[in-house]
């Protein structure tokens, strides 16, 4: 098996990444669920209150895989600011979870007033983006299986308008103890063994929960946001269920 890797070159990683993406696309948005018993939900709830977007602001989703931080964005934007005029740009590396976003919007009146669309692209090198271009760009759960992620950021700051706002939802690092080995537990066997009965298929959960791990800490993170050169506010993220996942935000000046 490939999983479980820690020192692969970055090109089989690309790879490696696409195949779990592609074998996974279906039981996608079933496993999530499963996995974090609806838990994701309110942390995508959560990071788009924390957006707080103005009326008429262009988001470029990257990794938006099946489009559940464009959905969100795209209501808040109707029901809370009675906006009719933003708009998102969804982009994932992979065609398959491309296609079940696609599939998700398809008919709806945001298709039809071209407020949304999908391109396959790698969020390291987002090229037929202009510089300057977008109001806000966010990541959820997809920088962690980008092959340096340094590249995002920087991707992310120049894609922005000065003014813009960088946003990512990622697992992060639960530094309490006690909830730390509890949480251990839950991603060591019992997610390898939800993946292995619901989707069957136990390497590819074991490779989220390794890619998890691996992933830097809070404070490395905001640091590596900083060096792409955006301004964060005090720390420059908030935790979310102590710290199993946290939102990460910075402001291009
Ligand atoms: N943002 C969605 C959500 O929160 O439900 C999807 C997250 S899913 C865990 C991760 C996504 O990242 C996958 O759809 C995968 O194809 C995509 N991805 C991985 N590497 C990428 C890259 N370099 N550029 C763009 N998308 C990438």
Redesign the pocket.
């Given at each position: 098996t490939h999983f479980g890797f820690k020192n692969v070159p970055t090109d089989l990683k690309e790879s490696l990444?696409a195949d779990v993406?592609s074998s996974v696309a279906s039981k996608y948005d079933l496993m999530?669920d499963a996995m974090s018993a609806g838990i994701h939900r309110l942390w995508?709830d959560t990071f788009i209150r924390r957006m707080s977007p103005m009326p008429g602001a262009k988001l470029l989703d990257?990794?938006?895989?099946?489009g559940?931080?464009a959905l969100r964005y795209l209501n808040y934007q109707d029901k809370i600011n009675y906006d009719s005029t933003s708009s998102v740009h969804l982009?994932?590396?992979?065609p398959q979870?491309l296609a079940a976003g696609e599939k998700r919007f398809a008919g709806s009146r945001w298709v039809q007033d071209e407020r949304i669309k999908f391109s396959v692209?790698?969020?390291?090198n987002l090229v037929g983006i202009e510089s300057n271009s977008v109001d806000i760009f966010t990541i959820?759960?997809?920088i962690r299986?980008?092959t340096t992620p340094q590249n995002v950021l920087n991707e992310a700051y120049r894609v922005l308008k000065p003014g813009g706002r960088f946003m990512c939802l990622e697992f992060s690092k639960v530094e309490q103890p006690v909830i730390s080995a509890l949480y251990d537990v839950f991603s060591f066997k019992v997610i390898p063994e939800i993946g292995q009965v619901i989707a069957n298929d136990r390497e590819s959960y074991q490779y989220l929960v390794e890619s998890i791990r691996q992933f830097p800490d809070q404070r490395t993170f905001a640091e590596m946001i900083r060096k792409a050169g955006f301004t964060t506010v005090r720390e420059g993220y908030e935790n979310l269920t102590f710290g199993v996942a946290a939102i990460h935000t910075g402001f291009k000046v």
């Open positions: 990444v993406f999530n995508k990257v990794a938006g895989g099946t559940d931080i982009v994932d590396i992979n979870m692209g790698n969020g390291e959820a759960f997809g299986n980008c």
